[in-house]
Nanobody, 117 residues
Framework: QVHLVEAGGGLVQPGESLKLSCEAS????????MGWYRQAAGKQRELVAR???????HYADAVKGRFTISRDNAKNTVYLQINSLKPEDTAVYYC???????????WGQGTQVTVSS
């Protein structure tokens, strides 16, 4: 069992930045893909970004150039740097762990990001 705990969400104004973190209860060195998804009210959960153990990252088109995913295996933590926030980024952001690349195996509880003036 892997427990993932997200942190760093909050209420911010458009154009501001946030850095989300996701700490795992186990070593993430052996977890092939760590990822971030988000779910806005009334919408389906969608992939935001993911990163492999080799450091290869992938981003949703809507966030390319503004979001940066990184992982620190020594700290068992994955980060999501979010810049130039827009109101449409408002959502609950979830971290997940995917051991084999076949899809998320474990999810965190989520952290709320609200972008509003």
């Amino acid at each position: 069992q892997v427990h993932l705990v997200e942190a760093g969400g909050g209420l911010v104004q458009p154009g501001e930045s946030l850095k989300l973190s996701c700490e795992a209860s186990v070593s993430i060195f052996g977890i092939y893909v760590m990822g971030w998804y988000r779910q806005a009210a009334g919408k389906q959960r969608e992939l935001v970004a993911r990163i492999t153990t080799g450091g290869t990252s992938h981003y949703a088109d809507a966030v390319k150039g503004r979001f940066t995913i990184s992982r620190d295996n020594a700290k068992n933590t994955v980060y999501l740097q979010i810049n130039s926030l827009k109101p449409e980024d408002t959502a609950v952001y979830y971290c997940n762990a995917d051991y084999t690349g076949s899809g998320p195996d474990y999810w965190g509880q989520g952290t709320q990001v609200t972008v509003s003036s």
